[in-house]
């Protein structure tokens, strides 16, 4: 064996050489220790193991926190502007981005079945809100319940006449029992407020018109306690008593404070009257062009007061008093309001 000179040089070189076999020895062992690792070890039979040496997790349920409420606050009905075949091939289509939670169909199968498709689980997002707002919150896919209504909406050709003289398509009244059914039982279930139940038009005023002028809100309300719906006598006491006075910056401010998606600019802009026309649509269908006017303010103070629990003593003008809430309404869930069966 021929010999040789450690050098200074050598020793360097060797203690580096010492630092890389220990940084080696760190990475084998941490790849060793690896999910790579421990799946090898459940395919050779073995359990892997924690650092504190456990081998088995268990999750127990046994015990539930009362702390808790559904992810869903927010109930959107919609109408799909086309027939029955037809939106169920955009709401199935992998090409396009757009589904719903329940399709209600505009008429039974033969014979008295009335089918209701359940396309996306209620515990999954449908894509049905898109840019949406309502109470504070955007963006309503992630929070909400859609249904899709199957209603043609108007004609193509009345696309860019005034929303007033636009031909709309009414709602058969089986299938509004059918909606109205379904929706006290997804209210009901996931303890949605009335003013949580809205149309496409309310957390998207402008963009879209569904469910459009002719859908029949009061009459949900007061048969399946499904939606908001201003009392007769308060509305006519604000009428009387405290009548719209020309002010849209307090106006808006109402809007926004019910829900609506609102500027805060007091110039009655188009979007304004966008937001104006859509609460027309909803709770005063006779006149929906967007013109603010001394009813439709008196209907949004009436809501305002009923569902929004606003200081009542400060609305009063110190002469009459007013009226108290009328409650006769059946509420989500009650007898007038069954579950599908």
């Not at 690792?37 to 349920?61: E, L, M, T, Y």
């Not at 008295?112 to 955007?138: D, I």
């Not at 309300?221 to 006075?245: K, L, N, S, T």
């Amino acid at each position: 064996m021929s010999q040789s000179r450690q050098t200074r040089r050598d020793d360097i070189a060797n203690a580096k050489r010492r630092r890389f076999i220990a940084r080696a020895s760190a990475c084998t062992a941490g790849a060793l220790a690896s999910p790579y690792a421990a799946h090898a070890a459940r395919a050779a039979g073995g359990k892997p193991r924690d650092a504190s040496g456990a081998q088995d997790v268990a999750i127990d349920a046994s015990i539930a926190s009362p702390n808790q409420d559904s992810r869903v606050r927010t109930l959107v009905l919609h109408y799909t502007a086309q027939t029955l075949a037809r939106s169920v091939a955009l709401l199935t289509d992998p090409a396009r981005p757009v589904s719903a939670h329940y399709l209600v169909p505009d008429a039974a199968d033969a014979g008295t079945l009335f089918r209701v498709y359940a396309l996306v689980p209620e515990t999954n997002r449908a894509w049905h809100a898109g840019v949406s707002y309502w109470q504070g919150e955007r963006l309503l896919n992630a929070s909400s319940i859609g249904v899709e209504i199957v209603n043609t909406g108007f004609p193509d050709a009345d696309e860019n006449a005034p929303l007033m003289r636009r031909r709309w398509a009414p709602f058969p009244d089986a299938q509004m029992a059918v909606v109205g059914r379904l929706a006290a039982d997804i209210a009901a279930r996931h303890e949605i407020p009335p003013q949580k139940v809205v149309g496409h038009s309310d957390i998207a005023p402008g963009r879209n018109l569904d469910p459009g002028p002719l859908f029949p809100w009061r009459m949900l309300h007061e048969q399946y306690g499904v939606g908001a719906w201003p009392d007769a006598i308060a509305v006519e006491y604000y009428r009387a008593c405290r009548p719209f006075r020309g002010d849209i910056a307090e106006l808006q401010a109402k809007l926004l404070a019910y829900g609506y998606d609102t500027p805060q600019t007091g110039v009655l802009d188009l979007r304004t009257t966008d937001v104006i026309a859509a609460f027309q649509m909803h709770f005063r269908p006779a006149r929906y062009d967007g013109v603010p006017d001394a009813e439709t303010v008196a209907i949004l103070d009436a809501l305002l007061d009923k569902y929004i629990e606003r200081d009542r003593q400060r609305l009063r003008d110190g002469q009459a008093a007013l009226p108290e809430k009328d409650d006769r309404a059946p509420a989500a869930g009650s007898a007038a309001a069954k579950p599908l069966a």
